[in-house]
């Protein structure tokens, strides 16, 4: 009995869920029929407010021994992390380390930031399928962490300059870099005057909706647009492409075949 164990950190909104996890879910059962596709969130508050709503998730120790307990002896547990940040090492790895003796195999995959052709594909996805607007810049938040500088950015923004791409990289997190007065500065250096606005999140929510394209004040549209800059909002999570979808599904693949 063979498994694949979707871990993500999840999706507390209805429709951001079903549009990015939901699907994603969908496109890799039907890439690989032949395993179980299972779920697991790793966010305990995100799972407490699903459970209000009556809507029920496992954590991922959860998940694992409820596959333990029906009898599956092959798990491979997929993450749908951008990156391998705290949330990947103390909720993942460690966990899918404390279950390595209840199974006959367990095995856990890659974030999507992992090896160099990781970065490539990404970068080739957001050129391809958000773009640069002529004439403009490309502005991608993403989330950033209140522990630990991540250099995963820092990686992407590297692809992104050698490209000669008018693309910047920043986050929400406000204790992390590369933050908004390091995109400001990018912007006026390039002398750009229209700015596409894009989540460099799995899914939407909150941090899309407010943090990025809300009207309030500390929104980065509404800082951006009292600097002089037009600014276009695409609201839709990564998740909602099927072309980014298809870079998990192909390392979900990998994982299976390893």
């Known amino acids: 009995m063979k498994a694949i164990l979707l871990t993500s950190f999840g999706v507390a909104d209805d429709g951001a869920r079903a549009a990015c996890l939901d699907s994603l ?3 890799i059962r039907a890439a690989l029929p032949d395993f179980e596709l299972r779920e697991a969130y790793t966010s305990n508050f995100i ?13 991922l120790p959860e998940a694992l021994e409820r596959l333990a307990g029906e009898g599956f002896t092959e798990v491979y547990v997929q993450p749908t992390h951008l990156t391998p940040g705290e949330e990947y090492e103390k909720k993942v790895k460690a966990a899918v380390e404390a279950f390595k003796n209840r199974f006959e195999q367990l095995t856990l995959g890659e974030t999507l930031f992992c090896s160099e052709a990781d970065y490539e594909q990404v ?19 993403g989330h950033g962490s209140p522990h630990q500088h991540n250099p995963v950015y820092e990686k992407l923004q590297a692809i992104f300059d050698g490209r000669g791409q008018r693309s910047y990289i920043g986050v929400v997190e406000e204790s992390d870099t590369p933050n908004y007065p390091m995109v400001l500065s990018h912007l006026q250096k390039a002398g750009v005057k229209s700015v ?9 929510g909150v941090h899309v909706t407010e943090d990025m394209a809300g009207e309030g004040e500390a929104s980065w549209k509404s800082r951006l647009e009292r600097e ?15 072309a980014f979808r298809a870079l998990y599904v192909k390392k979900a693949q990998q994982l299976v075949k390893a």
């Open 25 to 27: 879910a969908a496109d």
């Open 47 to 59: 799972r407490g407010r699903l459970a209000k709503k009556g809507i029920q998730k496992d954590s």
């Open 123 to 141: 970068a080739d996805f957001l050129q391809g399928e958000i773009g640069v607007p002529e004439g403009g810049a490309l502005v991608l938040l």
């Open 196 to 204: 596409r606005l894009a989540p460099l999140l799995l899914s939407g």
């Open 228 to 242: 002089g800059f037009q600014v276009t909002p695409l609201l839709r999570g990564l998740g909602e492409y099927p």
